[in-house]
């Protein structure tokens, strides 16, 4: 069964300083990985997945992440914050392509400061 | 194009009483699954239909739990009766399940309290 750590529940960055997200999966086989936003009283929005294609993934509003195996991890970032990146991020697992399953992280809070 | 749609946005009910959630997915989706969101638990899974069948309801609490969906356009989530325990966030999402990826697109939620 696949399973998802996010480290940390809470991060504060500065308006334009680095966004990092940590998220560390564990899976039986090659995983499919996601990374969501939840801004206030809404649901969940994709910000960009990973599917065995290039292990560096590119998603909206600027963010990133990079699929290392060796470091079971899918870390996101952002180069530089924004307001508007203010939300809850989840990182979420699948085991490949048939599994409907997907097994979310406890969530990451982002605030940013002015 | 319309999202996953739920109503209501927002339910607050007494305990014991009998509370339906509704869901439309996206139009073409074969999948949907309900999901309910807690601070202490998290996201979790209730339910998952594929093809209006339902495939995996491991994730449903209790007897206290039914889901629907009996065409491909509609869903709903009933609690009966409710109890305080059940407040929180139920989700419904949608996906168009392929042989090479699937994608869930998230509704905008019903926040439940149960007094």
């Known amino acids: 069964a696949q399973s998802v750590t996010q480290l940390g529940s809470h991060v504060s960055v500065s308006e334009g300083a680095l966004v990092l997200l940590r998220c560390n999966y564990s899976?039986?086989?090659?995983?499919?990985l996601f990374w969501y936003v939840q801004y206030p009283n809404q649901g969940l929005q994709l910000l960009l997945k990973y599917t065995s294609a290039a292990t560096l993934v590119k998603g909206i509003n600027g963010f990133e992440a990079e699929f290392k195996k060796s470091e079971t991890s899918f870390h996101l970032t952002k180069p530089s914050a924004h307001m508007s990146d203010a939300a809850e991020y989840f990182c979420?697992?699948?085991?490949?392509?048939?599994?409907?399953?997907?097994?979310f992280g406890a969530g990451t809070t982002v605030t940013v400061r002015a | 194009d319309a999202g996953v749609i739920q109503s209501p946005r927002h339910e607050v009910t007494e305990m014991g009483q009998e509370v339906t959630l509704r869901c439309k997915p996206i139009s073409g989706h074969n999948s949907l699954f309900w999901y309910r969101q807690t601070m202490m638990r998290g996201l979790e899974l209730l339910i998952y239909f594929n093809n209006n069948v339902p495939i995996d309801d491991s994730g449903m609490p209790e007897d206290r739990f039914s889901a629907k969906m009996p065409n491909a356009s509609f869903s709903t989530l009933k609690i009966q009766p409710s109890e305080p325990r059940d407040s929180a966030v139920y989700f419904c999402?949608?996906?168009?399940?392929?042989?090479?990826?699937?994608?869930?697109?998230f509704g905008p939620g019903t926040r439940l309290t149960v007094l």
């Open positions: 979420a697992v699948s085991e490949g392509s048939n599994d409907y399953k997907l097994s």
């Open positions: 999402a949608s996906s168009l399940t392929t042989i090479s990826y699937n994608e869930q697109f």
């Open positions: 899976s039986s086989v090659p995983p499919y």
